[in-house]
């Protein structure tokens, strides 16, 4: 893939599994992402998670999420 490339295409896309991302709450390259509507987000989520309700996903995910080559966990399930 050309520099050019790169900077119009999205990276691809994978899973993240439960270990990975407990091992990585702490690590600041990582932004995780919670979907759920804000009710379930304050019932519990994951430590450090930002709340982007998939509603909302439109209207606020450029001032939430403004750099698009960063990596991201994105999760729309209760973390068991």
Same mark, same amino acid.
């Not at 991302?21 to 919670?34: A, E, G, K």
């Not at 439109?58 to 698009?68: G, I, M, S």
């Given at each position: 893939?050309?520099?050019?490339?790169?900077?119009?295409?999205?990276?691809?896309?994978?899973?993240?599994?439960?270990?990975?991302?407990?091992?990585?709450?702490?690590?600041?390259?990582?932004?995780?992402?919670?979907?759920?509507?804000?009710?379930?987000?304050?019932?519990?989520?994951?430590?450090?998670?930002?709340?982007? &309700?998939? /509603? $909302? #996903?439109?209207?606020?995910? !450029?001032?939430?999420?403004?750099? &698009?080559? /960063? $990596? #991201?966990?994105?999760?729309? !399930?209760?973390?068991?």
């Amino acid at each position: 893939m050309t520099a050019e490339a790169a900077k119009i295409s999205p990276p691809p896309l994978g899973d993240i599994s439960r270990e990975e991302i407990l091992s990585r709450l702490h690590d600041p390259s990582l932004t995780i992402v919670d979907v759920l509507p804000s009710s379930s987000y304050e019932a519990g989520h994951i430590p450090g998670a930002i709340n982007l &309700p998939v /509603a $909302e #996903i439109e209207q606020r995910a !450029a001032a939430l999420l403004p750099d &698009p080559a /960063a $990596e #991201i966990a994105v999760y729309c !399930a209760k973390f068991t």
